[in-house]
């Protein structure tokens, strides 16, 4: 008999890819020659800053940066993510024993949840959240716990119960500026999250994607920087968006040592790393494009304000985050029935405009729908005309 893949223990676990609708209707009017305005994924459209791709291109040259590299990271780019922690949030890692080198965020997570979570340990994470929050746990074999964010209050409040009610989670896995919902914290709401998770024994890991795009002043705070964190939490950072390199796949993980050690021996076995001429382009921006990061956070703040206030004109009333390269929009009430998956469908159709379900993102996601802010300001406000057309026409 031959197999299927419905013989394949893990991916009997996840669900169909809800986004692929929108990604094949997208394909499909492209294919036509018909314009689409892209505002579905979070897939960032500036340059990386010229010095790095020099630096790139120089590093390649040399044959010395084709052998393999390390799985944890060259040390003078683990030097150099402490090095810029120090500066920006005042916290001291030691590079050696704090501090690892991933192929992109998603490594980092989805390793260190299967370097660290065992069958039944409960993972709690907000609801609604970015899919590998949720399925790195499953795939993990351990036990997604979803919390609802409407706020961090309500997601703090609702964890402080699960602690009295119910079974101490192994493990916190949250993540600010947060996507899709855009939530932004301050140092006390960490505080209390670390004071929670210390009590009772809970490891925590904070997705820091989006540390570095925050609005009209915002700057995102670091877990590490509260007294006593590295004692319970690591923290992801990448430099996809604060330094559009997206596609170059670098991140790291940072903070508590015995998490750190759990990951290295994962992926000792697994890679041997980034492609080390990546990995030297990388210390030059984390070395020297702190304005570049400035100039990427300000071009978001434009495009949300051209996104933002061109919605509201088409009645359409949304608020304004203030942090992450996204928007999170409710579904206008005549279309809440249907669902967020058939609205997106329903713009991507009348508007030519891709964005994503927020069912994609959860059960609690429903009735949203996340527009990401990838495209330049012409191609947002063409975006929100069409929109407009489309609602008033409807």
């Not at 660290?116 to 709690?124: I, M, R």
Request: with cysteine; net charge positive; aromatic share 10%.
């Amino acid at each position: 008999m031959l197999a299927t893949k419905q013989d394949f223990y893990r991916i009997q676990k996840l669900p169909p890819y809800v986004f692929s609708v929108i990604n094949e209707m997208k394909a499909k009017a492209r294919a036509r020659q018909m314009d689409v305005v892209d505002l579905g994924m979070g897939n960032p459209d500036g340059a990386t800053p010229r010095r790095v791709v020099t630096k790139l291109i120089e590093a390649a040259r040399n044959p010395r940066n084709h052998r393999y590299s390390q799985s944890k990271g060259i040390p003078h780019l683990r030097d150099e993510i402490v090095k810029r922690y120090r500066a920006n949030y005042g916290v001291e890692l030691d590079a050696d024993s704090e501090a690892i080198v991933t192929i992109g965020a998603k490594d980092a997570l989805a390793h260190l949840l299967f370097a660290t979570v065992g069958p039944g340990d409960v993972v709690v994470s907000p609801n609604p959240a970015y899919p590998i929050h949720q399925y790195g746990v499953i795939m993990s074999e351990g036990e997604a716990c979803m919390l609802p964010m409407p706020d961090s209050a309500t997601f703090l409040n609702r964890l402080e119960h699960l602690y009295k009610t119910g079974k101490p989670p192994r493990m916190i896995l949250i993540s600010f500026p947060h996507n899709p919902t855009t939530t932004c914290v301050d140092l006390d709401f960490f505080r209390d999250i670390v004071r929670l998770a210390a009590h009772h024994g809970t490891y925590i890991i904070h997705d820091f994607a989006y540390a570095d795009i925050g609005f009209d002043g915002y700057q995102a705070p670091s877990i590490l920087q509260v007294d006593g964190a590295k004692e319970i939490a690591v923290e992801i950072f990448s430099l996809s968006k604060s330094y559009n390199m997206a596609g170059w796949r670098v991140g790291f993980c940072l903070g508590n040592q015995e998490m750190i050690a759990a990951l290295a021996r994962i992926k000792s076995y697994l890679d041997y790393g980034v492609f080390q001429p990546v990995q030297i382009a990388s210390i030059i921006a984390l070395r020297e494009c702190e304005e570049d990061t400035k100039k990427i956070c300000a071009t978001y703040q434009r495009r949300r304000d051209v996104l933002v206030s061109g919605l509201n004109r088409a009645g359409w009333p949304v608020e304004s985050p203030r942090g992450s390269m996204f928007l999170w929009a409710p579904v206008p009430e005549k279309y809440l029935e249907g669902g967020s998956l058939e609205f997106a469908k329903i713009l991507m159709d009348k508007a030519l405009v891709a964005v994503s379900p927020g069912i994609g993102f959860g059960p609690l996601g429903e009735g949203y729908v996340r527009f990401a802010f990838v495209e330049n300001e012409q191609r947002i406000r063409q975006a929100t005309r069409a929109i407009q057309h489309f609602l008033k026409q409807a």
